[in-house]
C-alpha cells in the first residue's frame, strides 16, 4: 500500500501547525504546538488525545474536533492534513490514519475542511447539516413502513447490486467538497442519485429525486464540478468519478423529458 | 411485582393475537400527540421514521452532527432473518429457538419468538428502501452463516452491513424530515428526563455548540440511546457511544435489567499499547473462512508461517467439533483468554491468538481455477484467485486490519483477542418496551430483552430495526390511545424547572471543582477496574474490591476532576465529563448485579461456577430470572426479580460440541 510504512515501531517528536477559531464569526489563525515521544502505533487521533491532555494540564482550551467512531465509517473526522483531507494515505479517514506515515522532527498542518457550505463551529470542527438537506430533497425511496412485498420478489442483477453498492459506501465525510477548488458536493450527490437509480426500487422516483437533489445543492452554494478529479482522489471509499457520470446523465434524461 | 405484560395464550400466536386487540389511536389524533425519541441509530431512526409516517409529531435528538453517523453504522457482518431462502431447514422457531438457547436460557421467550415472527418483515422493508443487500447472480439475496447456528440466515452487504441499513433508515427518517412529521435536534445531548405525576413527559437536553439548556415535552419519551460498553473504557463502541439517557431515567426510576451481561467479542485486533483510545472489531464472519488456532507449545516466538501445520493447535476444532470455529461468542471469547492465559498467546502481548485464512484462499482458489476449466494450475496460480475471492468477501475488513497493525493479513494470520463489543444488559422493559416509568420506552441495544446472556451475532440490526419498525409503532398506540385527552404540558411547568435547575447545578459543580487530573484518565482507571474484575472472568473477592475501587474513584472524581473551557458554549470535555460520571455509577451497578448472581451464565462467567472441562455452569434454580434494579440512593440499589418461565423451550446444559 503506502510506501512510507513500515512494520518498525519508532518515537517522534512533532511540531503541530493546528487551525483555531473559537467560532464561526471570529476569524482564526494557526497556532503552534509541539508533542513528544509519539509511537508510531498511534493513530493520527490519538496523537491529537496526547496533545488536548497536555493543553488541559497546562490549562489552556483544548482543540475541538468531530471524531466518533474511530474505524473509519461513522464520516465524522474531518482533518485536513498537510494539504489532503485525511492526510496522506490514500482511501482513508483521517482516524485510520496511523502515525508511521510521520517521522521524527516532521511539522505536521492541520486544518478544519475548507467551503463556504461548511462554516467552521471552532477550530477544526464544521457544519455539515448541508448534506442533510440535500438527502431530505430526494435522496430516499418513498416507502412507508409495512409497504414492502417479499425481498426475493425483486431479482435484481448482481452487477446492479454491486454498483449500488459502491456507491452507497459514501459515509458522507465531505472530503470531496474540502478537495475540490471549487467546493463542490457532485461526488457526495452523485454517489446517492447513483445508488438509488442502478435500483430498480428507486425508479418511481428516479426524475423527481435528481432535480430536486440538484436544486437544493445549488440552494446550499456549493460549487459547479469542473471534473479535475480531486474528489475521487481523496475519496475514503473510494467512490468513482463515473457516478458524476451518471449523475449528468440522470439530469439531463429527468429535465430534458420533463412535462 | 414486576408484570411484564406478556400476553396469554399460546407462543406463536401471543403477538398477533396482541396487535388484534392493542388500542388504536385515529389519524387526526395522532397528530396531536408528541414523542420524543433520544437517539438515531438503527432503533431509533426506525421508530422515528415510522411514527412520523403514522402521523405522529416527532423529535429526534444524537449527540452526532447528523443522524447518519449513530454508531449502529460500524456493525459490520449481518442482520438475521427466518426466511429459509437457502432451504437448509431454518424457520420462526429455529430462530427463536438459537437466539433462547445463544443466551443462555436468560431471555424472555415472548419477546424473542416476535423478534423471530418480524424479522423476515425487516428484510423486506430493508430491501424497499434500497438497502444494496449482498446477491448471488440470479439477482436474489444471498445469506451466510454466523457464529451459534447451522443454517444460512445472515443477510449483509459486504462487512457494511450495520451501515447500509442505517442509511436506509436514515434516509426515511430524512424523508420525514422533509415532510415536517420529525424535527430533529443534532448535536444535542439527553441530560435529564422530566416526569410529571409518575410518567415520562419529556427531557432537558444540552446544545451541545451554545451549551444552552433545553426542555422539551413529548407524550412519550423513548430512548434508543444504544449499550454501555464504554463503561470499559476500551471497546469496539464510538468514543460518544455513553449511558447518559438511559442511567438519568434510571435514577429517576426506571429499573436496570442484568447489567453484569456484557459480550465480549472474540475477534478483535488487539490492544498495542497505552495510547489506545478504542478497539477496532473484525466482523465474525470472518470465522466462517478463518480458522483459529495457537502454537501447540507455550512461548512459541517463531513466524506463523515457520510453524507447521502439526505444531498448532486449533483449539476450537478440538473442543467444539460440531460447531467448531462457529461457537457463540462467549464460548469463542473464553476459549481464546484460556490459550494466552495458559502461555500460548502470541504477539509482543502474548494477549493474541491467531485468525488464518491460507486454508480458504487455496480452497476459494481451487474452486475458481475448475470455474475455469484448468487441470494443472500451480500453487501460485490457485492462491492468487483464491485471494480475489476472499478480497470480495471481507475486503474492506482486511485492508482496515492492515492500517491499524501494519500487517498485510493476505500473507501473515491475523492477530486477534477479545474486546468489549456489546452490553445485552440495559433498561428494564416489559412486552410493549415500556420500561417501569410509564410512557417511557427503551429499544434497541439500549433495553435488555431480547438477548440473555449473550447475543448471536447479527441479532443487534436485527433486534434494533424489530424494535423501531414493528414492535412500537403498535405498544406505543396502545398507550397513546388514553393521552389524546392530554394537551402538550407547557414547559413552563415546575418540573420542567426543576429538572432544569438539577443539571445546570450539577454542571456548574463539575465545571466548580478545577481539580488535577483529565476526564479521560479517570474514564481510563475506571474500565481498568471494570476489565479486571467484571470482565471476561468474574469472582467474588474481585467484584468486591471492584465496588470498593469504584467508590474511592467516584470520590477523587469528584473532588480532583479539572475540565477546561465554559458552560455557556461547546465544551466537549464537559459532555465527556458528564458521561463518565455517570458511568462510574453504573460500573458499581454492574459489579454489584455480578456479585448477586452465583452463577455462570452466557457472558457472565464467575469462576468460582464451572463445569469440569471449563464451560459455564448455570443454577436454574436460584437464577432463572431478570435481576432489575432500583435505584435507591447513592450506592444502594433494591433488587426486584422477573422470574423467566418457559413454557416452549426446555432449558439444558448448553453444548456446542
Not at chain 2, 430524512?174 to 445531548?189: I, P, T
Not at chain 2, 481455477?369 to 470480495?392: F, Q, R
Not at chain 2, 398507550?479 to 438539577?502: C, R
Amino acid at each position: 500500500m503506502e510506501s512510507d510504512r513500515t512494520m518498525e515501531h519508532y518515537h517522534m517528536n512533532l511540531n503541530l501547525k493546528v487551525w483555531r477559531q473559537p467560532n464561526s464569526q471570529t476569524p482564526g489563525a494557526f497556532k503552534l504546538y509541539r508533542v513528544e515521544n509519539i509511537s508510531s502505533e498511534m493513530s493520527f487521533l490519538e496523537m491529537f488525545d496526547v496533545l488536548n491532555e497536555q493543553l488541559i494540564r497546562d490549562g489552556e482550551d483544548p482543540i475541538t474536533f468531530d471524531h466518533d467512531c474511530r474505524e473509519g465509517i461513522c464520516g465524522s473526522c474531518s482533518m485536513y492534513i498537510n494539504g489532503k483531507p485525511h492526510g496522506p494515505w490514500a482511501a482513508n479517514t483521517t482516524c485510520q490514519l496511523h502515525m508511521r506515515a510521520f517521522h521524527d522532527g516532521d511539522t505536521i498542518v492541520v486544518e478544519p475542511w475548507r467551503a463556504n457550505s461548511f462554516p467552521v463551529i471552532k477550530d477544526l470542527m464544521v457544519d455539515r447539516s448541508a448534506f442533510d438537506r440535500i438527502i431530505q430533497a430526494g435522496g430516499y425511496i418513498s416507502v412507508n413502513t409495512g409497504n414492502a412485498v417479499d425481498g426475493n420478489s425483486l431479482p435484481v442483477p448482481k452487477d446492479h447490486a454491486d454498483q449500488a453498492f459502491a456507491a452507497a459506501m459514501c459515509i458522507g465525510c465531505g472530503a470531496c467538497v474540502a478537495a475540490c477548488k471549487n467546493s463542490s458536493a457532485m461526488l457526495f450527490l452523485s454517489a446517492k442519485v447513483s445508488h438509488l437509480s442502478l435500483l430498480p426500487q428507486g425508479d418511481p422516483e428516479r426524475s423527481s429525486r435528481v432535480v430536486n437533489m440538484v436544486a437544493q445543492m445549488d440552494k446550499e452554494g456549493f460549487g459547479a464540478c469542473t471534473n479535475t478529479g480531486a474528489c475521487e482522489a481523496t475519496c475514503p471509499k473510494e467512490i468513482s468519478i463515473a457516478n458524476i457520470a451518471r449523475l449528468n446523465k440522470e439530469y439531463l434524461l429527468a429535465t430534458l423529458t420533463a412535462e | 411485582m414486576l408484570d411484564a405484560k406478556i400476553p396469554a395464550g399460546p407462543l406463536p400466536e401471543k403477538w398477533t393475537d396482541y396487535k388484534g386487540h392493542c388500542k388504536l389511536v385515529n389519524p387526526s389524533n395522532k397528530r396531536k400527540l408528541e414523542v420524543i425519541i433520544v437517539g438515531t441509530g438503527l432503533a431509533g431512526a426506525s421508530a422515528a421514521a415510522s411514527l412520523a409516517e403514522l402521523g405522529y409529531q416527532v423529535k429526534a435528538f444524537c449527540f452526532q452532527d447528523s443522524p447518519r453517523r449513530t454508531h449502529s453504522i460500524a456493525a459490520q457482518g449481518g442482520i438475521n432473518a427466518a426466511k429459509n431462502y437457502q432451504n437448509d431447514g431454518d424457520s420462526i422457531f429455529r430462530l427463536f429457538y438459537d437466539t433462547i438457547k445463544g443466551g443462555d436460557y436468560r431471555a424472555r421467550e415472548a419477546n424473542v419468538h416476535r423478534l423471530a415472527e418480524v424479522s423476515g418483515n425487516i428484510i423486506d422493508q430493508c430491501v424497499a428502501q434500497g438497502v444494496p443487500f449482498a446477491r448471488e447472480y440470479g439477482g436474489l439475496l444471498s445469506n451466510r452463516s454466523f457464529g451459534g447456528t447451522q443454517v444460512q440466515r445472515t443477510f449483509y452487504a459486504a462487512g457494511q452491513t450495520g451501515q447500509q441499513l442505517l442509511i436506509g433508515a436514515y434516509q426515511a427518517l430524512e424523508r420525514q424530515v422533509a415532510l415536517g412529521n420529525v424535527k430533529m435536534y443534532s448535536r444535542h445531548e439527553m441530560l435529564e428526563l422530566v416526569t410529571i405525576d409518575g410518567k415520562a413527559r419529556g427531557i432537558i437536553a444540552r446544545d451541545l455548540v451554545s451549551g444552552a439548556l433545553e426542555r422539551h415535552f413529548g407524550h412519550a419519551v423513548l430512548l434508543c440511546t444504544g449499550g454501555y460498553g464504554n463503561v470499559f473504557y476500551l471497546s469496539t463502541n464510538a468514543m460518544g457511544s455513553n449511558v447518559t439517557a438511559a442511567w438519568k431515567a434510571h435514577r429517576n426510576g426506571a429499573y436496570f435489567a442484568n447489567p453484569c451481561f456484557t459480550q465480549i467479542h472474540p475477534t478483535c485486533i488487539p490492544v498495542s499499547g497505552d495510547h489506545q483510545s478504542k478497539l477496532t472489531l473484525m466482523s465474525e464472519s470472518l470465522r466462517n473462512d478463518g480458522r483459529i488456532w495457537v502454537p501447540a507449545q507455550k512461548n512459541d516466538t517463531r513466524k506463523p508461517t515457520d510453524i507447521a501445520e502439526n505444531e498448532r493447535d486449533y483449539y476450537l476444532e478440538r473442543r467444539y467439533p460440531a460447531f467448531g470455529n462457529l461457537v457463540p461468542r462467549d464460548v469463542a471469547s473464553r476459549a481464546s483468554k484460556e490459550r494466552c492465559d495458559e502461555g500460548y498467546g502470541v504477539g509482543t502481548s502474548k494477549q493474541a491468538v491467531y485468525l488464518d485464512f491460507a486454508d480458504a484462499i487455496i480452497r476459494y482458489g481451487k474452486i475458481e481455477i475448475s470455474k475455469e476449466g484448468k487441470s494443472n494450475a500451480t500453487l501460485e496460480e490457485i492462491i492468487a484467485l483464491g485471494k480475489e475471492v476472499v478480497k470480495e468477501k471481507y475486503g474492506n475488513l482486511f485492508d482496515m486490519y492492515e492500517k491499524i497493525t501494519g500487517e498485510n493479513p493476505y500473507e501473515v494470520p491475523m492477530r486477534i483477542y477479545p474486546a468489549v463489543h456489546y452490553t445485552m444488559g440495559g433498561l428494564w422493559v416489559d412486552y410493549e418496551l415500556q420500561t417501569s416509568i410509564p410512557g417511557l420506552y427503551a429499544l434497541g441495544e439500549a433495553n435488555f430483552s431480547d438477548h440473555g446472556a449473550n447475543r448471536l451475532g447479527a441479532s443487534a440490526l436485527m433486534q434494533g430495526l424489530a424494535d423501531g419498525y414493528f414492535v412500537v409503532p403498535y405498544t406505543l398506540g396502545n398507550n397513546l390511545a388514553d393521552e389524546i385527552y392530554n394537551k402538550p404540558i407547557a414547559t413552563s411547568h415546575p418540573a420542567f424547572e426543576e429538572a432544569e435547575n438539577k443539571v445546570s447545578e450539577r454542571i456548574q459543580k463539575l465545571m466548580s471543582i478545577q481539580g488535577t487530573q483529565t476526564v479521560e484518565s479517570f474514564h481510563k482507571r475506571l474500565g481498568k477496574i471494570i476489565w479486571n474484575q467484571c470482565g471476561m472472568a468474574r469472582t467474588e473477592s474481585g467484584l468486591k474490591q471492584a465496588i470498593a475501587d469504584v467508590q474511592a474513584l467516584k470520590k477523587e472524581f469528584w473532588s480532583d476532576v479539572r475540565i477546561p473551557g465554559v458552560v455557556n458554549g461547546m465544551n466537549p470535555e464537559l459532555d465527556k465529563a458528564n458521561r463518565v460520571a455517570d458511568f462510574i455509577e453504573l460500573g458499581e451497578l454492574m459489579c454489584v448485579d455480578a456479585l448477586n448472581r452465583n452463577e455462570s451464565c452466557g457472558g457472565h462467567f464467575r469462576e468460582e461456577y464451572q463445569t469440569p472441562d471449563g464451560e459455564a455452569l448455570r443454577d436454574d434454580a436460584n437464577y432463572m430470572y431478570v435481576a432489575a434494579w432500583q435505584f435507591a440512593d447513592e450506592h444502594k440499589w433494591e433488587l426486584h426479580k422477573e422470574p423467566l418461565v418457559y413454557d416452549v423451550i426446555k432449558p439444558s446444559q448448553r453444548n456446542y460440541k
